[in-house]
């Protein structure tokens, strides 16, 4: 497809929207999560995270349980113009949310979910920055003599929002259009029997800049609907005293605890009480724009290195 619109460039994944019908026990679970709760507006909930970014989740109260978009934050002031253009697109419109700032909203030109993209924001001044603890290695020794690892059982913080992913319809449609109106790149590919690309695994391409490895993820499906959200917790020790804590709730868990091939993050998925996915992740790679764009053969066996086998409807 050729345009003559210019491409869009974005600086990274900031919130998502998710609507349920049961918003207090989606709250119970948010907070067990790890999230911290920010503000209440109306029927609207935001939470934060560890990072400086105002919000990285909104749970609205609604009549259904739907995934309501992610929102991506733009490089500039012509950005949002020209988001206006995209397809089904919003006039620009204040964000009435922690952090304020500007807001377009458009919507996927083939399988119609919503999308964000905003500018303006306001960020804490701070990081709440989490102890980076002293590991022992065989022949590396890291913590002083007498010095022991203690840990509290609780929650896994929250750090940021780190990728989101969508079933679409038409995976080569959703492909160009998000490769040529933005700055999304493929880190990895995968394809079926054929050579058909049927999943793709996308970055930011700010450059020299090193990114996360995925912030959005696509596979083609029969139906679209949003797969999950991921958020990076602070370690490894931190997710899975989570993944305890969770299941000490009697929480559902998908997936987990393994360690992704793809962007090598070790993962950790749960349902949430209206059955949307929600994912821990830590230790995923970074990339920049000498990263080469891997391709690959799809397979359960190229998921995950180690960790329980691949449920059988995961990639419903």
């Not at 709760?37 to 934060?48: H, L, M």
């Not at 980076?132 to 003599?145: A, I, M, S, V, Y």
């Not at 259009?177 to 029997?193: A, G």
């Not at 679209?224 to 020790?237: A, G, I, N």
Request: glycine share 8%; hydrophobic share 35%.
């Amino acid at each position: 497809m050729t345009t003559t619109n210019p491409r869009i460039n974005l600086v990274r994944i900031a919130h998502v929207y998710y609507t349920h019908k049961e918003i207090n026990k989606a709250h119970d679970f948010l907070l067990d999560f790890g999230f911290q709760e920010v503000k209440r507006a109306g029927k609207e909930i935001y939470y934060r995270g560890t990072s400086a970014q105002p919000f990285v989740y909104c749970a609205r109260q609604g009549d259904e349980d739907v995934f309501g978009g992610a929102a991506f934050v733009v490089e500039s002031e012509a950005d949002l113009i020209a988001a206006t253009n995209l397809p089904g697109a919003t006039e620009i419109y204040p964000l009435d949310a922690p952090g304020g700032g500007r807001c377009v909203t458009f919507y996927d030109p083939v399988d119609k979910f919503p999308f964000h993209l905003v500018y303006g924001q306001t960020l804490y001044d701070e990081e709440k920055a989490l102890p980076q603890l002293d590991f022992n290695f065989p022949t590396e020794k890291h913590r002083p003599g007498n010095k022991t690892q203690r840990f509290a059982k609780g929650p896994a913080p929250v750090h940021k929002l780190g990728h989101f992913g969508m079933c679409v319809t038409d995976f080569a449609k959703a492909f160009e259009f998000y490769t040529t109106r933005f700055n999304f790149k493929p880190s990895d590919l995968v394809h079926d029997p054929t050579g058909k690309d049927i999943t793709a695994f996308l970055h930011l391409d700010r450059g020299s800049e090193l990114v996360d490895h995925h912030c959005f993820f696509l596979f083609e499906g029969p139906k679209s609907h949003v797969h999950h959200s991921s958020f990076e917790t602070h370690d490894f020790d931190t997710q899975v005293l989570g993944h305890d804590w969770l299941r000490s709730k009697g929480y559902e868990n998908c997936w987990g605890v393994g360690r992704h091939i793809m962007g090598s993050q070790i993962f950790d998925y749960w349902f949430d009480p209206s059955r949307f996915i929600i994912e821990h992740y830590v230790d995923g790679d970074l990339v920049d724009d000498q990263h080469p764009i891997n391709r690959c053969l799809a397979s359960p066996d190229n998921l995950h290195v180690w960790g329980p086998d691949l449920p059988p409807t995961f990639l419903q």
